[in-house]
């Protein structure tokens, strides 16, 4: 990381008016960046682009998804308690998080992986830090979004896109109004690929059902099965789906009897079924599953680190989870008449 490009660039910055010069196309000013229009390739190859996750551990403060973050604006300030240049400017961080977070502004720091992470709670705590900050994890965040210098500056828009990658500090504001000043994804963008009508709850489901998503899926753990139990090649290739349920809880067996409707649908297309029972109402789960005709076969949840509803975000049962082909979770929380749509959609990929 170079800070003293950093530290150079800033000294040389030129006090642009916020307002009047933005390009048509929301355009941003090449002197509003570091290096102007000579700033590195990897960073301006970022912009116009779908934002990557953060990869952080260590969070002080909320962990930040940016997937979760659609409808707001998102800034990331690569930075490090050891660079000047960073700490100079987090007074202006939490002034902005003050004068903007309540218009859908969302701040996050992501700190060097290297070093200077043993003084980031004290920082945090002395300057009075009002957004959340994480450790890169491995320099993965880093890597990903093509960091040179700190602090770097990536700025996101309300669809998700990184609009300005590499600002200057003292223009990070001037990109965040005229973000916030656009229009946001609609309620069906914000829900995902599928539309907020596929998921019990629309756009309002759990979060934990909503971070899963885009993750490769946890797998499938227990050894007490009804009916047989999958071979280690679970995926085979298939869209996998998986059913979290619990005779004697309210809409499980309603829940059943209309996924053995769709099991039946797709028989020898390309799916593999997989049902997984929470342990309170394993005894009834075989006379559940002969009630409604399901085939698949089910295995009884464990406790604890073992419990797959934990690994899966599983909060409510039942709860139905669609996995595609490459073994990513695409849609959480699905509803039983929307099956169809979501596994036709993803055969088809």
């Known amino acids: 990381m170079n800070s003293k490009l ?10 642009l008016p916020v307002g009047s010069v933005f390009g048509a196309d929301g355009s941003i000013p090449d002197a509003w960046f570091f290096d102007g229009a000579n700033r590195p390739a990897g960073l301006k190859g970022l912009e116009g682009k779908p934002a990557a996750a953060i990869e952080g551990e260590g969070w002080i403060g909320d962990e930040v998804s940016l997937s979760k973050q659609r409808g707001k604006v998102v800034v990331i300030d690569f930075w490090a308690t050891w660079c000047g240049p960073c700490m100079a400017s987090v007074p202006e961080n939490i002034k902005m998080v003050k004068d903007y977070a309540d218009k859908g502004l969302v701040f996050v720091g992501v700190h060097d992986a290297n070093s200077g992470w043993e003084n980031a709670a004290a920082a945090v705590k002395e300057h009075k830090i009002n957004y959340p900050v994480c450790k890169d994890k491995g320099g993965t965040s880093a890597t990903t979004y093509k960091v040179q210098f700190l602090p770097t500056y990536v700025v996101v828009d309300r669809k998700g896109v990184v609009r300005a990658a590499g600002l200057m500090p003292q223009h990070v504001e001037g990109v965040v109004k005229m973000l916030l000043a656009e229009d946001g994804p609609s309620v069906e963008e914000a829900a995902g690929p599928f539309g907020p009508d596929c998921y019990y709850g629309g756009v309002k489901r759990p979060e934990s059902l909503q971070k899963l998503e885009g993750k490769p899926w946890p797998g499938i753990k227990g050894d007490e099965w009804a009916g047989e139990k999958p071979g280690e090649g679970l995926l085979k290739g298939s869209v996998v789906v998986v059913h979290f349920t619990s005779p004697g809880r309210a809409m499980a067996s309603k829940e059943l009897a209309a996924l053995s409707k769709t099991e039946a649908e797709y028989a020898g297309r390309g799916v593999t079924w997989v049902g997984v029972c929470e ?63 979501v596994i036709k959609t993803l055969l088809a990929e």
Do not use: F, Q, Y
């Open 6 to 15: 950093a530290g150079a660039a800033w000294a040389c910055v030129l006090s």
């Open 279 to 341: 342990g309170s109402g394993w005894e009834g789960m075989k006379s559940a599953a002969d009630a409604a005709k399901v085939k698949m076969p089910v295995v009884k949840d464990g406790e604890g680190e073992a419990a797959n509803a934990s690994a899966w975000g599983v909060k409510h049962w039942p709860a139905t989870i669609v996995v595609d082909r490459k073994g990513i979770v695409r849609a959480a929380g699905v509803r039983a008449d929307k099956l169809s749509d």
